[in-house]
């Protein structure tokens, strides 16, 4: 069956990085367009960045524009989400996608001093 399993969250203070990683098993990961969402408290979930099968074109949310970056490996099924000059209002649980409505159990993002 598939299988999504993010790792990297934590606690980060303003200014900071961190990289989120979502290792994919039980489905064609090579030919399956990838996203990365997110859930603060009392919000909707929202898509954060997408990548297609061959890694060759990536969209953001406006929110993280110029700050996050998604990257894939094909080769070890794993998508990456590199976040730059993290806010505040980064915090959120944050999970990868894969198509049919296949989910990952997220990874807490905290922005705090």
């Keep these: 069956q598939v299988q999504l399993v993010e790792s990297g969250g934590g606690l980060v203070q303003p200014g900071g990085s961190l990289r989120l990683s979502c290792a994919a098993s039980g489905f064609t990961f090579s030919s399956s367009a990838m996203s990365w969402y997110r859930q603060a408290p009392g919000k909707e979930r929202e898509l954060v960045a997408r990548i ?3 890694g060759s074109i990536t969209t953001y949310a406006d929110s993280v524009k110029g700050r996050f970056t998604i990257s894939r490996d094909n080769a070890k099924n ?3 989400l590199q976040m730059n000059s993290l806010k505040p209002e980064d915090t959120a649980v944050y ?3 894969a198509p049919l409505g296949n989910w990952g159990q997220g990874t807490q993002v905290t922005v705090s001093s």
């Design 52 to 54: 297609t099968s061959a």
């Design 95 to 97: 999970s990868c996608y």
């Design 78 to 80: 794993t998508v990456y």
